[in-house]
């Protein structure tokens, strides 16, 4: 019988596989032959007497840089999400989102921009493992808090975990919000919390921020206001800006509906 040539490590070596039927017949229960190698590195079979060809290219994996700049700092929605659901679930909590079995959590965001960046901001911190179940204004079929109760009530007795993301409880699934264990609720973002995230994203920020500017401000102005290349106290400028020119919007109508 043919031997292989030793390959070092990752590569591993298999005797050839027999040709005839009844030396087939004479291998142990469950044994498998391979009449090739298998190289770890270029994740693939390969024939030992085949010759190497130059100019062959393999394709690598690429790692999940999800949410990271170029620089390997995340990016400003990155940032501001993370930081605010970080301020609303401990450590202990998070550690028991990523292990628990068969939980049934509802998350509770400040405005329906939240929604979808939270949902993603969860998928990549907790895993696939959980139904996910976003609701963002009503819901178009008329069945309010109903739609989506079979799916969930399933998920669960199967021992799989489910999370409603909203603004508004009432647009979750019925079966979800009476089965929740857990509810994180995630408030409009405080000074410390854009600061956390400027920190992030621009490395230091060593500024504060007022809880009360921040306010006027949802997740898309305050993301607008993050812009590559400028500091912390660039980043503080525009915000302070972006809620004195929206609050100036909010005057001018309420001024023209109490002359109207």
Same mark, same amino acid.
């Given at each position: 019988m043919k031997k292989t040539k030793r390959r070092s490590s990752p590569r591993i070596a298999v005797r050839m596989a027999p040709k005839r039927l009844v030396d087939q017949h004479c291998l142990a229960p469950g044994t498998v032959l391979i009449d090739r190698i298998f190289d770890r590195d270029r %994740?693939? #079979?390969e024939d030992p007497d085949e010759p190497q060809i130059e100019g062959n290219f393999y394709l690598e994996a690429e790692e999940d840089t999800d949410g990271l700049a170029p620089d390997g700092r995340p990016d400003a929605m990155t940032a501001l999400v993370g930081a605010a659901f970080e301020a609303a679930a401990p450590p202990e909590l998070r550690r028991k989102l990523r292990h628990g079995q068969a939980l049934c959590v509802v998350i509770l965001v400040p405005t329906d921009a939240?929604?979808?960046p939270v949902a993603d901001h969860f998928?990549? /911190? #907790?895993?696939?493992?959980?139904?996910q179940h976003t609701r963002s204004g009503p819901n178009q079929r008329g069945l309010g808090c109903s739609s989506g109760s079979s799916a +969930?009530? %399933?998920?669960?007795? %199967? %021992?799989? /975990? +489910?999370?409603g993301i909203s603004a508004d409880v009432s647009l979750l699934p019925r079966a979800?919000?009476?089965?929740?264990d857990l509810t994180i609720r995630l408030g409009p973002p405080t000074g410390a919390v854009v600061k956390a995230a400027i920190g992030r994203f621009a490395g230091r920020a060593s500024i504060e921020l007022d809880d009360a500017v921040l306010a006027e401000l949802d997740l898309d102005d305050l993301v607008a206001a993050f812009r590559p290349g400028t500091g912390a106290q660039r980043i503080a400028q525009r915000l302070a800006a972006a809620a004195a020119a929206l609050r100036a919007i909010t005057d001018l109508k309420e001024?023209?509906?109490c002359s109207s």
């Open positions: %994740g693939r #079979f939240w929604v979808l998928r990549r /911190s #907790f895993g696939d493992r959980w139904l +969930v009530s %399933g998920a669960l007795a %199967g %021992g799989q /975990s +489910v999370v979800l919000v009476g089965a929740a001024a023209h509906t």
